[in-house]
């Protein structure tokens, strides 16, 4: 993502450091402190001295460097990064994604603008609406589009961006690996525990040694069951 030349001119102008397990600092306006959680998904603007008005003025100017603090965190400290996570299951969900070709998931109230070509009816565990909007956009990769409530009024909308046309099953699959990747990260402050005590015979068992598809080692993970016993 960052090139080399990129992480060197951050490392130079922010000086940035670790600040415990999973946050770091950077230093700006006349070397102030600011801290970030680097499990954050929102987007920060490194503008290198220029400010900006809105985050679109930012996204024109070619020096500034548009990152989340998660993806700040894995670029700048790769050491750290993977000490916070479980690497083993940050890469088999990595890999996952780019069997499905899924390139990004935008959470917000906004949505993309892109015209709807046809949709999908899924209902369990997904949607608000139990519609999903696809459609393809100028840049020739595809989008699939959702709601869902999350609080008494309040929604989000869902964009699944993927390089191909998305089966109904490639989205329900993207769904289920954000729904694991935030079990991974959330709790914030808690490692998240990748083995479990199989309640069959006992044996200690990282999810991921379950055999069978994502959807069955999940399924067996969330109920404490090695599925080889
Ligand atoms: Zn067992």
Redesign the pocket.
Known sequence: MLTLEQKQKIINFYHPQMEGKNNFSILKDNNKKYYFNGFNRTKMVLGFEQTFSSLEEAQKDPTTIIITPFEFFQEIFPQEFEKAFDKRTYDYLKTCKENLRLIDVKYGHDGEDFEKQFSYRIWADLTGSGVVEVGQLENGNWVAEFSYRCGIDDYVIVDMYFEKKPTKKDITTAKLIENIFDHLIFPRWEPFHMTFT?W??G?TVHWLDIPGSLEKKWECYQEK??N??
């Open positions: 199989c069959e015979c044996s069951y090695c080889c016993c």
